[in-house]
């Protein structure tokens, strides 16, 4: 089953990231740095994608990261970020 990935961009260098997937849900805050944006990104991708795109990769490479994921969905914990 596929993440919806849902990024939302409260200020320049921080993000509300929802993972949502089947009936499990996870918030987590995120925090990227416009210098970092620029290194790994050079400009080519808005902060939100490249926030999206790393939880993407997360979660497509990292299945212990899906698991924990849904492990604190389920108890109702809202991780500040991986």
């Not at 925090?31 to 993407?56: C, I, M, N, W, Y």
Request: hydrophobic content about 35%; glycine content about 6%; overall charge positive.
């Amino acid at each position: 089953m596929t993440a919806t990935i849902e990024v939302e961009k409260l200020s320049a260098s921080e993000f509300r990231v929802r993972v949502i997937e089947g009936r499990s849900e996870s918030s987590h805050a995120v925090t990227l740095q416009p210098d970092d944006h620029r290194r790994l990104a050079g400009g080519k991708t808005e902060p939100e994608e490249l926030v999206r795109r790393s939880f993407e990769f997360l979660l497509e490479r990292e299945p212990r990261v899906r698991a924990v994921l849904a492990a604190r969905s389920k108890q109702g914990i809202h991780p500040g970020a991986i």
